[in-house]
């Protein structure tokens, strides 16, 4: 699938813009604080349902103004409408699929998108939240059940911590404790197929990009342990009882889990290069985008914010050469080697050149 048309008002520094796309590749060009990653934040807000960057959905509005707007076209196999229009006062967000007002359930895999940018960095180098994210913005777009199950188990979890801090919450956890177990486990597994899906793909990628010296993998780190994901949730929840309970927290299940991610046998967190950790960040957004397309049967969008930057020239072309395939838009601060042949958008102050030299 891919992104046709693209119109935003008052998304964080555009007023107004309205662009057609190309399927290949699109170069967003410009210098720093232009616009070029707001461009890319706007597709995946309106893709997604929600900004990348956490808890910023009221900062897309435009300052001064009350309410931003997203309007994306989509071709592929499902030609569709979507629409987010988000409010600054009240944070609320009205999302629409070809006129119609949906739930965020429902936009949800229609844009596709894999997004890779600075802020991968903190997938790798951050707390385990942010690469538990990773896995389920991948799933939820892949399946509308993975993320209803994902929004039951999170409401499960936050009841049971309530239970939790109660004195004495005795029998009344039993039937949270079920639930946690059902939901926790479904959610456990479809995970765990995931990544090990993602390992191949990303190990190649990896050797691809780094030159092939290096050996990148990547693992699903349960917090319960390891055995049938049922029964070892089961198991943990028994044992940790008495922890839990003194801590008011739910200690073991999905939210917990956390992916491994390594070079060499060694942990990137700890022990990468930056170089190495930068290399492996986009190796694994190319491998999840790799995926999508096996589950989806279509290219998801790729925006690839910024991963030029730290590239020498050379892994700038072997880096062009991994992404052949799918729709990109790909921002950068010039042009990288390679580029000669790409569609190119030039934006100035929140603006696309070409309509800024057409103005009167
Ligand atoms: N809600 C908002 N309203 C208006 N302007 C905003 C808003 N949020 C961010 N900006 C402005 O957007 C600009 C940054 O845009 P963006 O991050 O897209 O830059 P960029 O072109 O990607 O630059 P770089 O090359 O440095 O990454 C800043 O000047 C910032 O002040
Ligand atoms: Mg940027």
């Known amino acids: 699938m891919w992104l046709a048309e ?7 520094n555009y007023a107004t813009l309205d662009v057609a796309l190309g399927d290949g590749v699109t170069l967003i060009e410009g210098p720093n604080a232009q616009g070029k990653s707001n461009l ?12 990348p960057r956490v808890n910023a959905d009221a900062e897309v509005v435009r ?36 006129g119609v007002a949906v739930q965020r359930g429902q936009l949800l895999g229609r844009l596709a998108v894999v997004l ?36 039951r188990y999170l409401r499960v979890v ?25 939901l926790g486990a479904a959610l456990v597994e479809r995970r765990r197929r995931f990544v090990e899906a993602l390992a191949r793909p990303a190990r190649e990628r990896h050797a691809r990009i780094s030159g092939g010296d290096e050996v990148m993998d990547v693992a699903y780190l349960c917090s319960a342990g390891e ?41 990137l967190r700890a022990f990468g290069s930056r170089g190495q950790q930068h290399t ?5 957004r190319l491998a999840e985008a790799e995926l999508l397309r096996e589950e989806l049967g279509e290219w998801p969008v790729l925006l690839l914010d910024d991963v030029m930057a730290d590239l020498d020239p050379s892994r700038q072309a072997l880096l062009l050469r991994e992404i052949a395939g799918p729709q990109v838009l790909l921002t950068h601060t010039g042009r990288p080697a390679g580029s000669a042949r790409m569609r190119v958008l030039s934006i100035r102050a929140g603006a696309l050149l070409e309509d800024l030299g057409a103005r009167p």
């Open 158 to 182: 936050r009841q049971r911590n309530h239970l939790l801090r109660r004195a004495a919450p005795g029998p009344a956890l039993a039937p949270w404790d079920d639930q946690l177990v059902e």
């Open 280 to 284: 492996a960040a986009l190796s694994l």
């Open 63 to 98: 300052f001064g103004q009350d309410r931003a707007y997203v309007r994306a076209a989509v071709r592929g196999a499902r030609p569709q409408l979507l629409e987010i229009a988000i409010d600054r006062a009240s944070g609320e967000k009205r999302m629409r699929v070809n």
């Open 6 to 12: 693209l119109r935003l008002r008052d998304f964080r």
């Open 40 to 51: 890319l934040e706007s597709v995946y807000t309106v893709a997604l349902g929600r900004s």
């Open 116 to 151: 890779a940018g600075p802020a991968d960095d903190e997938v790798i180098r951050g707390a385990p939240a942010s690469r538990r994210r990773v896995l389920d913005a991948a799933l939820s777009q892949v399946s509308p059940s993975y993320y209803f199950t994902l929004t």
């Open 227 to 267: 055995g049938g994901e049922r029964e070892a949730i089961g198991r943990a929840l028994a044992a940790r009882r008495a922890e839990e309970l003194r801590r008011g927290a739910s200690l073991v299940g999905p939210h917990r889990d956390d992916l491994r991610l390594s070079v060499n046998g060694a942990d």
